[in-house]
């Protein structure tokens, strides 16, 4: 999933950049180690420093002044981004250099018609394939809401030019949904054809008994973790020569005109870093006490940016 997290985080004066307490792999955090290394217990003044420092966070922040588009030309008062512009709002660790593109260029007589996700053809024999510098699969649920979402998804953000060229979007489902939510996904895989749907079990199936840590309560949260593993196995055998493979949630709202200029920067660089990730980092501790049962353990300090994790560290 590619998301861009700001950090807004100040250094304690006059103290010592310091890491917090890091375990061993497998045990919890010692509370009297973590009070120890900060008493005042405002852990991100105490730690942000030195985190920041060890794993570098990358975002893209709006010009003071300048009001985002929110509703595209109708918003007259809103403020454009020219295309080359999109990387000058880029802050963070240095990015490659530009370097020409290897896609050729698109004619003005290419197909209409997008990538079908259910296609049989060998990708890389369907036109358009060799424009496509990223895939994306949208994990999505076989019921009413999810096939809310997905129309929601297909009236939005699948309306960008950049879809169905330079990006081929696919929404996940499962074969293993039982009846009639099956049919009913499969039929309208047939209609839109951005549909994948994988050999895979949603996970929600495969709770089955209530999680010690809510003293046996409630079953473990259910996310849809073997089909996007499906999804990425699927990803590397039929997409081998995309550049890039990327999962959003289906309540996301991706940016592809920060996201692809982005992601064409470092293309450049693959034959350098053949194993580069972009993403957002979830700043959470795993409390391995608390995996008996359910597929999901527990967490602690659960944030989507730094700030938000030693805030609710």
């Given amino acids: 999933m590619f998301a861009y997290m700001c950090v807004h985080g100040l250094s304690e004066p006059n103290r010592q950049a310091q890491m917090p307490p890091q375990p061993p792999i497998g045990q919890n955090a010692s509370a009297a180690e973590l009070q120890a290394a900060c008493p005042s217990r405002r852990y991100e003044r105490c730690f942000v420093p030195a985190l920041r420092e060890r794993y570098p966070v990358s975002s893209f922040r709006w010009p003071k002044g300048r009001r985002a588009c929110m509703h595209g030309a109708q918003d007259k008062a809103c403020s454009q981004l020219a295309s080359g512009e999109v990387l000058d709002l880029y802050r963070g660790p240095p990015i490659p250099q530009p370097c020409e593109d290897p896609a050729p260029t698109r004619s003005a007589d290419a197909p209409a018609e997008r990538l079908r996700c259910d296609s049989q053809v060998p990708f890389e024999a369907s036109p ?186």
């Fill in 128 to 313: 358009g394939a060799s424009r496509v510098l990223l895939v994306v699969g949208v994990p999505s649920s076989p019921v009413a809401r999810g096939r809310q979402r997905r129309d929601a998804i297909r009236a939005s953000w699948l309306t960008d030019p950049l879809v169905g060229d330079r990006v081929h979007v696919c929404f996940l489902l499962s074969a293993k949904t039982p009846q009639p939510e099956l049919d009913a996904i499969t039929a309208e895989s047939k209609t839109f054809g951005d549909m994948l749907i994988l050999d895979a079990p949603e996970t929600p199936q495969l709770i089955t008994e209530n999680t010690r840590y809510s003293n046996f309560t409630k079953r473990g949260r259910g996310m849809p973790t073997f089909k996007q593993y499906a999804f990425f196995q699927h990803a590397a055998h039929r997409y081998s020569t995309v550049p890039f493979v990327a999962k959003y949630d289906d309540d996301s709202l991706p940016n592809f005109r920060l996201i692809v200029p982005l992601l064409q920067r470092y293309r450049c660089a693959l034959a350098d870093m053949p194993r580069l990730f972009l993403g957002a980092i979830n700043w959470a501790g795993l409390v391995p006490r608390a995996l008996d049962t359910g597929v999901r353990a527990d967490r602690c300090a659960f944030g989507w940016g730094l700030h938000a994790s030693l805030s609710n560290f």
